[in-house]
C-alpha cells in the first residue's frame, strides 16, 4: 500500500531535475555554451577528460557574471533572460530556464570563475552536490570559467547509464559542430581526452566552417537558399538529392539561432525531396529559419530541443515551398554535375589550356547548333526516324563550327553497349544514362501536363483487354476516374477483365499491358482513389518508367543530341524518379591525371 503523499526535499527534486537537463555530458556542454553565447562570447573553448565525466570545462570572453549574482547562478529557476511569464511568449536568448547550473551543481562538483569587463578581479564559487564549498576572489581574465567535475557521483545509477569514454567524446562533438554551425562569427575550440582530436573553428566565412564540419563536397555539392515570406525567412544551404547520405546525421535545421529537431519540419523537407532522393537515402542540410520570437514556442522540453509554431501550415508550406523551388531549378547548367570522378582533381577553367595537351576545343554557339542539329524534343526526334530515313547521323560539330559556347552537357559522340550516351563538353567527357534521364524527362512532362490542363491522352485503335484477378477489377471501378485525370483509361469488362481504351499520348508507343498492369498494382497498394490523389507523383513516375527509352536501343546522334537537350530544359535533370544519377562528368583534369599527362 503506497504512503501518504509528502514534499520532496530540495536536494532530490534537483536531482530529478537535472535528469531532464543535464542527460549526459554532452547536454551540459551544450547548456553551458549556450549561456557562452548570450552572454556575448566571441570565442568559447570547451576541454572535457574521461568523456566529460571526471571534468568539463567551457572558457569564454563573454560579459560575466556580477560576483552578487554567482550564488544566485546556481539557485533553481533563477535567470536574467526573462522576468515574467509573459517574456515566453518572445524568448529570443538560447537559454531561459534558470535550471541548467543549478541541475548541475545537485549531480556534480562545480566551480564557477567569472569577471566582467568592468571589475577589477574576478570571483568564483565552489557548490558540490548542491551545497556551497567556497566563495572569493580569484585571478581570471574577463568573462567566464566553469568547471564540472565528477559528473553524477552521488548518483551512482545514473553514472552506470553513460556509453564508453569514445561515445560520449562523439556526442559533446557533435553538440559542438552544431552550435558552431549556428554561430559563424564566435571561435570555438575543443579538446577531449588530455589534447587528443582537438577541434579548432576560426570565426570567418559560412562556406570554410561548413567544410570543416560537413565536408567540402558538401559544399560543393549543395545550393544556396534564401526565400522570404512576410516576416519569415528561411536560408541556409540544401544538399543535391545525389549528395545523400544512409543515415540521417548530417541534417541541421536552426530556427531562430536555436539548433531544433520538429517532425513538421522533417516533413516538410522530406516532402521537397520526396521524388528526387534515391529510396532508403537522407539528404545533408544547413537551414535557418527566422521568425518573430512570438511566432514559435521553445517552452516545450527542458532540453529546448522541440518547438511549436503558432501557424504551424503556414511554416510547413513555407519550408516546403521554398526548398521545392531550391531543388527544381537545379539543372545541368546550373549547378556541378551529380557525380564527380576524383572529387580532390581540380576542374580548370573553362577555355583555358590542358595540361600536356593542346586547348580545349569544340567551342559553339550551341542555342544555334542545337536548333540546327537536332528537333525540338527527343520524342520528335524518334518519330522522325520512324517516319522516314534516318537524319541527324553526320558528324559532331566540332572546332570547326563558329566560336561560342558549348551547351552544359555538349554535343554526343557516340553509344556504349546501348545504354550510356557519350558526349562531349567544355569541361570534358560526359556520360549520360539514356533510360534514367528519359525518365525524368517523361515525368516532368507528365507533371507539367497535369497542372496545365490534364494529361493529352490518345485512344487505342483496337482497346486493349487484360485479365485480372476479381479484387484488381473491383479497384478499377472505384479508381477510372482518378486514373483518368493521368491519361489512362480503363473500364471494367467482365468479372476478372479490364478494358485499356485511351492512354497517355507521351507513352503511346510503350507497352500498354505492362503499364495497365503496375498502375493497377500501384493503386492496390495505394488503398483507394483518395490515397491515388495524393500519391499521384508515384503513379506518374511508374508511367514514365513505361514511357521511357529502354537499354540496348540503338540512338542516331541527333536523337542523343535531342535528349541532352531536353535535359537541360528539364527540373531536376541530374537525378532519375528514383533518385539514382542520371549523369556525371570527366574533366579533362581527370583524364590527364588518369592518363599521367603532363607529369
Not at 580545349?360 to 527527343?378: D, K, N, V, Y
Not at 497535369?450 to 485512344?459: F, K, L
Not at 543530341?561 to 541530374?574: I, K, Q, S, Y
Amino acid at each position: 500500500m503506497a504512503g501518504r503523499i509528502h514534499e520532496l526535499g530540495s536536494l532530490v527534486a534537483n536531482q530529478i531535475a537535472a535528469g531532464e537537463v543535464v542527460e549526459r555530458p554532452a547536454s551540459l556542454v551544450k547548456e553551458l555554451v549556450e549561456n557562452s553565447l548570450d552572454a556575448g562570447a566571441r570565442h568559447v573553448r570547451i576541454t572535457t577528460e574521461q568523456g566529460g565525466v571526471k571534468r568539463v570545462v567551457v572558457r569564454d570572453d563573454g560579459g560575466g557574471i556580477h560576483p552578487d549574482d554567482l550564488r544566485l547562478a546556481l539557485a533553481p529557476h533563477a535567470t536574467s533572460k526573462i522576468t515574467t511569464a509573459d517574456d515566453l511568449l518572445g524568448v529570443a536568448s538560447l537559454g531561459f530556464r534558470g535550471e541548467a547550473l543549478a541541475s548541475m551543481a545537485s549531480v556534480a562538483r562545480v566551480r564557477i570563475t567569472s569577471r566582467p569587463p568592468d571589475a577589477d578581479m574576478a570571483h568564483a564559487i565552489e557548490v558540490e552536490g548542491g551545497a556551497e564549498r567556497g566563495f572569493g576572489p580569484a585571478a581570471h581574465p574577463p568573462g567566464t570559467t566553469v568547471e564540472v567535475a565528477d559528473l553524477f557521483f552521488n548518483t551512482p545509477v545514473r553514472r552506470k547509464f553513460l556509453k564508453t569514454e569514445r561515445t560520449e567524446q562523439g556526442h559533446i562533438d557533435q553538440v559542438v559542430r552544431r552550435v558552431a554551425l549556428g554561430h559563424f562569427d564566435v571561435g570555438f575550440e575543443l579538446v577531449q581526452g588530455g589534447g587528443r582530436g582537438a577541434l579548432s573553428l576560426a570565426p570567418g566565412r559560412p562556406e570554410e566552417r561548413l567544410g570543416r564540419v560537413l565536408s567540402a563536397e558538401f559544399v560543393s555539392r549543395s545550393v544556396a537558399v534564401d526565400e522570404r515570406r512576410g516576416e519569415m525567412r528561411l536560408h541556409g544551404w540544401v544538399g543535391l538529392p545525389t549528395h545523400s547520405r544512409s543515415q540521417a546525421d548530417q541534417q541541421y535545421f536552426f530556427v531562430n539561432g536555436r539548433v531544433v529537431r520538429d517532425k513538421l519540419v522533417a516533413h516538410a523537407i522530406r516532402q521537397a525531396y520526396r521524388d528526387v532522393l534515391f529510396h532508403g537515402r537522407h539528404p545533408v542540410f544547413v537551414l535557418y529559419l527566422d521568425l518573430p520570437p512570438g511566432g514559435v514556442d521553445v517552452n516545450v522540453h527542458p532540453t529546448k530541443h522541440e518547438v511549436r509554431f503558432r501557424d504551424a501550415r503556414a511554416v510547413h508550406d513555407f519550408i516546403f515551398g521554398s526548398l521545392n523551388r531550391a531543388l527544381r531549378e537545379v539543372r545541368p547548367d546550373t549547378a556541378a554535375p551529380p557525380v564527380v570522378s576524383e572529387p580532390g582533381l581540380a576542374r580548370p577553367p573553362a577555355g583555358s589550356s590542358q595540361p600536356g595537351g593542346a586547348p580545349s576545343q569544340g567551342r559553339l554557339t550551341w542555342a544555334a547548333e542545337a536548333e540546327r542539329h537536332t528537333p525540338g524534343s527527343f520524342v520528335e526526334a524518334l518519330a522522325a526516324r520512324e517516319a522516314g530515313p534516318e537524319a541527324g547521323t553526320g558528324a559532331v560539330p566540332g572546332a570547326a563550327a563558329p566560336a561560342g559556347e558549348l551547351p552544359p552537357l555538349g554535343y554526343a559522340l557516340g553509344q556504349l553497349h546501348g545504354v550510356y550516351i557519350l558526349a562531349q563538353n567544355a569541361d570534358g567527357l560526359v556520360v549520360v544514362d539514356m533510360h534514367a534521364a528519359h525518365e525524368r524527362v517523361t515525368y516532368e512532362r507528365l507533371k507539367q501536363q497535369r497542372a496545365d490542363a490534364g494529361v493529352p491522352r490518345q485512344r487505342l485503335l483496337v482497346p486493349l483487354v487484360l485479365d485480372v484477378s476479381e479484387a484488381e477489377a473491383d479497384l478499377v471501378e472505384q479508381v477510372a476516374e482518378p486514373l483518368a485525370g493521368f491519361g489512362l483509361v480503363l473500364d471494367r469488362s467482365g468479372i476478372a477483365s479490364v478494358t485499356v481504351r485511351e492512354v497517355p499520348a507521351l507513352l503511346a508507343r510503350g507497352d500498354v499491358e505492362l503499364l495497365a498492369r503496375d498502375v493497377l498494382a500501384d493503386c492496390q497498394a495505394l488503398g483507394g482513389s483518395d490515397r491515388l490523389a495524393e500519391m499521384q507523383e508515384r503513379l506518374l513516375a511508374t508511367m514514365a518508367c513505361h514511357g521511357s527509352v529502354r537499354a540496348n536501343r540503338a540512338l542516331t546522334l541527333t536523337e542523343m543530341n535531342a535528349l541532352l537537350r531536353d535535359m537541360e530544359r528539364t527540373d531536376n535533370a541530374g537525378q532519375c524518379n528514383h533518385g539514382r544519377p542520371t549523369y556525371l562528368v570527366r574533366s579533362m583534369a581527370d583524364l590527364d591525371a588518369l592518363f599521367l599527362r603532363g607529369q
